[in-house]
């Protein structure tokens, strides 16, 4: 149980493109996800939190006309990186809770993104 | 603010000997804690949690970990390590009683040579 799914597994776009991430609760409802990215060798940075229904919260620095959230179900939430640039390129993970609190989340394999 | 800190970077260690990998915390009350594990390329699965209750937690995999309080520690521990255990380890810690965000450490590079 409580399995997410990511797809695409890995992406590569053209500079100035939008790429969209889907994040999906495959087994049970998720109240909140949350999308990270992660930097070679580097930790999970949380970029935003999406409650369904309601609007992303984005964490301090991350540019929310950027990184489109959207968390349309209980079991879907998407991220859109509107006007890739090669700095974009990074390893995106969701992850998904089914409660309101982060006791546990669930994550998804992740989505190689690199923007040429 | 919540903090984690995972001071080894990168550890190695022989097949079948045993393993703890260490995690200290900064948190104003009792934490939430977590182990994850990441292989390459992959998202992060569920080691094992502390939430209350005994501090020693047993997880999948044959892993292990203590809470303990006085030291702001919660290491992980494996009596004996398989090849297969190789993965970068991440440590968490998030707000008890609710407070959806989890703060990771840096991770530790698990090396096992045969």
């Known amino acids: 149980g409580a399995v997410v799914s990511q797809h695409p597994s890995r992406v590569i776009c053209k500079s100035g493109t939008s790429v969209k991430i889907e994040c999906r609760s495959l087994d049970f409802q998720a109240t909140t996800m949350f999308w990270y990215r992660q930097f070679p060798k580097q930790s999970l940075m949380l970029m935003a939190t999406s409650n369904e229904g309601s609007k992303a919260t984005y964490e301090q620095g991350v540019e929310k006309d950027k990184f489109l959230i959207n968390h349309a179900s209980l079991t879907l939430s998407t991220l859109t990186v509107t006007s890739a640039h090669p700095e974009d390129s990074s390893f995106y993970i969701c992850s998904a809770s089914p409660g309101l609190a982060a006791e546990t989340q669930y994550f998804g394999p992740g989505t190689r993104l690199l923007v040429l | 603010a919540q903090s984690v800190t995972q001071p080894d970077i990168h550890i190695t260690v022989s097949e079948g000997a045993s393993l703890e990998l260490r995690c200290n915390y900064s948190y104003g009350a009792t934490p939430y804690l977590f182990w994850y594990v990441q292989s390459p390329g992959q998202g992060l699965q569920l080691l094992l949690k502390y939430f209350s209750g005994d501090t020693l937690v047993q997880g999948i995999k044959g892993f292990e970990a203590e809470f303990k309080r006085s030291q702001s520690s919660f290491n992980l521990r494996k009596p004996s390590v398989h090849w297969s255990d190789a993965a970068e380890y991440f440590c968490?810690?998030?707000?008890?009683?609710?407070?959806?965000?989890?703060?990771f450490g840096t991770g530790t590079q698990l090396k096992v040579e045969l």
């Open positions: 968490a810690v998030g707000a008890s009683g609710g407070g959806n965000k989890l703060t």
